[in-house]
């Protein structure tokens, strides 16, 4: 498996010097969820949820053929399972791990579920609703923006995408 190298961004420096010092990433986690997905024959974008206490309480990768169902991206099936475990529909102070921007589906659900901050991967000009199109978080409807940091794994996150797509072809 190959090794995550972090950017030394500045999200994760401030971070860093804001006290989090056991502040890890879970991007590997994510991508691997991503990796699974592909196996599946599923577009590979991963997930993962992490309790404000730092645990992982829900990893999922997208499974939209194998449920015959639109909205089963790895975000929300993170959500789902996340609420699910906490028997709420909300999950303040609880952290998204994504290897892709997320979609305005997406996105909406993030707002909605009150996620506290959220960790992207690769851009997604296509199809994200984050920083691309309905940029949802800036949207005056939005009534909750998580804290949000992209580009971690980047790299990494597209050549999965690329790759699964290039063998499409
Ligand atoms: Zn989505």
């Known amino acids: 498996m190959e090794s995550l190298v972090l950017p030394a961004c500045a999200a994760i420096a401030a971070l860093?010097?804001?006290?989090?010092?056991?502040?890890?990433?879970?991007?590997?986690?994510?991508?691997?969820?991503?990796?699974?997905?592909?196996?599946?024959?599923?577009?590979?974008?991963?997930?993962?949820?992490?309790?404000?206490?730092?645990?992982?309480?829900?990893?999922?990768g997208n499974r939209t053929r194998e449920l015959s169902d639109p909205t089963a991206h790895a975000e929300i099936l993170a959500l789902?399972?996340?609420?699910?475990?906490?028997?709420?529909?909300?999950?303040?102070g609880h952290v998204l791990w994504v290897t892709l921007e997320p979609c305005p589906m997406c996105a909406a659900a993030i707002a909605a579920a009150r996620i506290a901050t959220l960790f992207y991967g690769a851009d997604d000009p296509r199809?994200?609703?984050?920083?691309?199109?309905?940029?949802?978080?800036?949207h005056p409807q939005c009534h909750h923006r998580p804290q949000i940091y992209d580009g971690i794994g980047a790299?990494?996150?597209?050549?999965?995408?690329?790759?699964?797509?290039?063998?499409?072809?």
Not at 17 to 28: D, I, N, R, V
């Open 80 to 92: 789902r399972a996340a609420c699910a475990k906490a028997g709420t529909e909300r999950l303040p």
């Open 127 to 138: 199809m994200g609703g984050v920083a691309h199109g309905a940029r949802v978080f800036d």
């Open 16 to 60: 860093r010097q804001a006290g989090m010092a056991k502040f890890t990433s879970h991007m590997a986690q994510a991508l691997a969820e991503a990796r699974a997905a592909a196996g599946r024959g599923e577009v590979p974008v991963g997930a993962v949820i992490l309790s404000p206490q730092g645990r992982v309480v829900a990893a999922a």
């Open 155 to 169: 790299q990494a996150a597209q050549r999965l995408l690329r790759d699964f797509f290039a063998a499409r072809r």
